[in-house]
C-alpha cells in the first residue's frame, strides 16, 4: 500500500504562483513514476504531468507547459509542482499519483497509475 498526501494548496490571484507537495508512505518511493491529476467542478480528471522515478524525465499536459514544473526528491519521498502565471482555468483539486510498477525510467502515461491522493484545492481569483 501506498499512501499520498498532498499539501499547499490555496486560493491566488490570477498571475500568482503556489507549490504544491506530495509525500509519500514506503521505502520504494524512487521506483515509482509519480504525477499530477486536477479534476474541476463538473469536470473529468485532467492529467496535468508526470515524472520519471528517477526525476530525469518529464512529461506535460499542453495547458500547464512552460507554467508548471514538476520536481521530486527521492531523499524525502516527495514530489512538488510549481505552478506559476496561474490561469482562473487552473482551478481544481489537484491529485498526486503514483505509478508502483513503472517498466522503464520514464514518465509514465495517465492510465498507469495505481494510487491516488486525496487531493488539494487550488482557486485561482481573476
Known amino acids: 500500500q501506498v499512501q499520498l498526501v498532498e499539501s499547499g494548496g490555496g486560493l491566488v490571484q490570477a498571475g500568482g504562483s503556489l507549490r504544491l507537495s506530495c509525500a509519500a508512505s514506503?521505502?520504494?518511493?524512487?521506483?515509482?513514476?509519480m504525477g499530477w491529476f486536477r479534476q474541476a467542478p463538473g469536470k473529468e480528471r485532467e492529467f496535468v504531468v508526470g515524472i520519471s522515478r528517477s526525476g530525469g524525465r518529464t512529461i506535460y499536459a499542453d495547458s500547464v507547459k512552460g507554467r508548471f514544473t514538476i520536481s521530486r526528491d527521492n531523499a524525502k519521498n516527495t514530489v512538488y509542482l510549481q505552478m506559476n502565471s496561474l490561469k482562473p482555468e487552473d482551478t481544481a483539486v489537484y491529485l498526486c499519483?503514483?505509478?508502483?510498477?513503472?517498466?522503464?525510467?520514464?514518465?509514465?502515461?495517465?492510465?498507469?497509475?495505481?494510487?491516488w491522493g486525496q487531493g488539494t484545492q487550488v482557486t485561482v481569483s481573476s
Open positions: 499519483a503514483a505509478d508502483t510498477n513503472p517498466t522503464t525510467d520514464r514518465a509514465s502515461f495517465p492510465h498507469s497509475y495505481n494510487y
Open positions: 514506503g521505502r520504494t518511493f524512487s521506483r515509482y513514476a
